[in-house]
């Protein structure tokens, strides 16, 4: 919306792309902070939301490829500038930075929320799942039950910041020191799926951990992933609530959804065994050659580490009191 509290159509900023020609409309209220502004770049190549930064705010950070957010100073100012690079989505583009802005100029969120805000109601909008398989059902209470132990250890601002497994990265946990990869199974022996030849691989001078749990069905006293899921939200909401958007966010891109039907109640059958990944039967992709494992994609194999003993000393984390949420 302009500062007169009209949105900006798409007519007006087609016009200027097609002029080639730069222009910036105003969107907050003269003298309001922060400043918020919808611009078309100059040559009319893009378009970009900026929004004032005050001295101890940064600009967020996407995940996503295909949105770019950086600062830029202009007039004396400190500005977040979000673009896309996908110029053939600009149209679409348009229809997002509009909402991100209303969501700040109407509502007074600020950047950080109204930018998370809008993406995951446009992810839940757009992947919403149509089902969740128990295998995706387990693995996700498994890193939920994780997450909660991790919380007592470090605090939930870095457990939540550290859950990386929903962003698609190598491994499920990068904590201060060390990688935590999760594996949640149903049945009675530790077999894990583990999928891609480097799942396993440490990354660089970074020990990998591995902690294999087990299920299963609890019954009456056991635990649905919804009932854990709102567990989880109402402990962080109390104990730490500027970090919900990003638990809530991580649990859209899980696949998680309230509304899906959730009537499986599970419970630990074991505790966690805590295992170095150097330990682990695994297949190593630093035994292929580049022109070999260039060539393969899509590996799946499955591990089974019962009985396998844990390590002398302490391990890199405890999961001490493991339970569901």
Not at 95 to 102: F, G, N, R, V
Not at 143 to 162: D, K
Not at 253 to 260: K, P, V, Y
């Amino acid at each position: 919306m302009t500062s007169d509290g009209k949105y900006v159509p798409w007519t007006d900023v087609e016009y200027f792309l097609g002029k080639g020609q730069a222009t910036t409309f105003p969107l907050s209220p003269a003298s309001a902070h922060p400043e918020v502004s919808y611009v078309v770049g100059h040559g009319g190549r893009d378009i970009a939301l900026h929004v004032e930064l005050d001295r101890r705010r940064r600009a967020p950070r996407s995940s996503l490829p295909t949105i770019q957010i950086d600062q830029i100073a202009d007039r004396g100012m400190r500005l977040a500038r979000i673009r896309t690079t996908q110029i053939a989505l600009m149209r679409d583009f348009h229809d997002l930075l509009s909402a991100i802005a209303d969501r700040i100029v109407a509502h007074g969120r600020t950047l950080d929320q109204a930018f998370e805000e809008t993406i995951r109601a446009w992810t839940a909008l757009l992947n919403r799942p149509h089902g969740f398989s128990t295998e995706k059902r387990i693995g996700l209470l498994g890193e939920l039950a994780v997450l909660r132990c991790l919380s007592e250890e470090y605090g939930w601002e870095t457990a939540i910041a550290s859950w990386t497994g929903p962003e698609n990265e190598e491994h499920d946990f990068g904590l201060p020191g060390f990688d935590l990869e999760v594996k949640t199974t149903a049945s009675e022996q530790r077999r894990h799926t583990i999928h891609g030849i480097s799942q396993l691989d440490p990354t660089p001078g970074r020990p990998l951990w591995f902690a294999s749990l087990q299920l299963t069905r609890g019954g009456a006293d056991g635990r649905t992933l919804t009932e854990s899921v709102h567990s989880l939200r109402a402990c962080v909401a109390d104990h730490a609530p500027a970090v919900l958007n990003g638990l809530d966010s991580r649990l859209v891109m899980a696949g998680w959804s309230n509304d899906l039907p959730d009537d499986e109640r599970w419970t630990p059958r074991t505790r966690p065994l805590l295992l170095d990944a150097s330990a682990l039967p695994r297949l190593d992709s630093s035994l292929l050659p580049d022109s070999v494992r260039e060539r393969i994609s899509g590996v799946q194999y499955t591990i089974d580490v019962t009985g396998l003993l844990p390590p002398i000393g302490p391990p890199a984390v405890a999961l001490h009191e493991f339970h569901l949420p």
